[in-house]
T-cell receptor
Framework: NAGVMQNPRHLVRRRGQEARLRCSPM?????VYWYRQLPEEGLKFMVY????????ESGMPKERFSAEFPKEGPSILRIQQVVRGDSAAYFC?????????????FGNGTRLTVT | TQLLEQSPQFLSIQEGENLTVYCNSS?????LQWYRQEPGEGPVLLVT?????EVKKLKRLTFQFGDARKDSSLHITAAQPGDTGLYLC??????????FGAGTTVTVRA
């Protein structure tokens, strides 16, 4: 399966703990996007990264949230000191070039539950 | 933030019937995409429409982009249970961010 791989599929954290969500893009894709989805809401853009660079993080809360896409390894979305409001499905998507020139491929998401 | 409104929010029909889902905005988009998402999975791209007035057909699915590039519709002919899912529209502005609608949950009963 050469699709976008996200893990874990489900993550449970207690308030105050850290959550690390991983995304391996499709082979040959160097552009990664993170979205958050709440029940009965659309996907909300969080951050756009291109190998080792954050291109746009305007959709990501300035505190507690960070993202990286290192030269080697998966992209990581990190949420520190999680709160109940962080509970959501987090989706990663990748594209070969910038998304408007090549289609986005989404992973199956990580469902974060904060207790 | 550009707001995309989808209607209806929920749609339940019998197998063989037709259905139409709408996606409306007050903003102009350079292109608009339709996705289908099944429970526990990520969205899968169905189509991208770029030109105002454009109509694209994908088997029993017909997608239309409004002349003013502010709205779009998805029409499914002779719906089948396999068409069940969450249908999302997403608009692209001059930057590279996609703005998603909240989706229409379609249930096709056998």
């Amino acid at each position: 399966n050469a699709g976008v791989m996200q893990n874990p599929r489900h993550l449970v954290r207690r308030r105050g703990q850290e959550a690390r969500l991983r995304c391996s893009p499709m082979k040959g894709h160097s552009h990664v996007y993170w979205y958050r989805q709440l029940p009965e809401e659309g996907l909300k853009f969080m951050v756009y990264l291109q190998k080792e660079n954050i291109i746009d993080e305007s959709g990501m809360p300035k505190e507690r949230f960070s993202a990286e896409f290192p030269k080697e390894g998966p992209s990581i979305l990190r949420i520190q000191q999680v709160v109940r409001g962080d509970s959501a499905a987090y989706f990663c998507a990748s594209s070969k070039t910038r998304w408007d020139n090549s289609p986005l491929h989404f992973g199956n998401g990580t469902r974060l539950t904060v207790t | 933030t550009q707001l995309l409104e989808q209607s209806p929010q929920f749609l339940s029909i019998q197998e063989g019937e037709n259905l139409t889902v709408y996606c409306n905005s007050s903003s102009v988009f350079s292109s608009l995409q339709w996705y289908r998402q099944e429970p526990g999975e990520g969205p899968v791209l169905l189509v991208t429409v770029v030109t105002g007035g454009e109509v694209k057909k994908l088997k029993r699915l017909t997608f239309q982009f409004g002349d003013a590039r502010k709205d779009s519709s998805l029409h499914i002919t002779a719906a089948q249970p396999g068409d069940t899912g969450l249908y999302l529209c997403a608009g692209a502005s001059t930057d590279y961010k996609l703005s998603f609608g909240a989706g229409t949950t379609v249930t096709v009963r056998a």
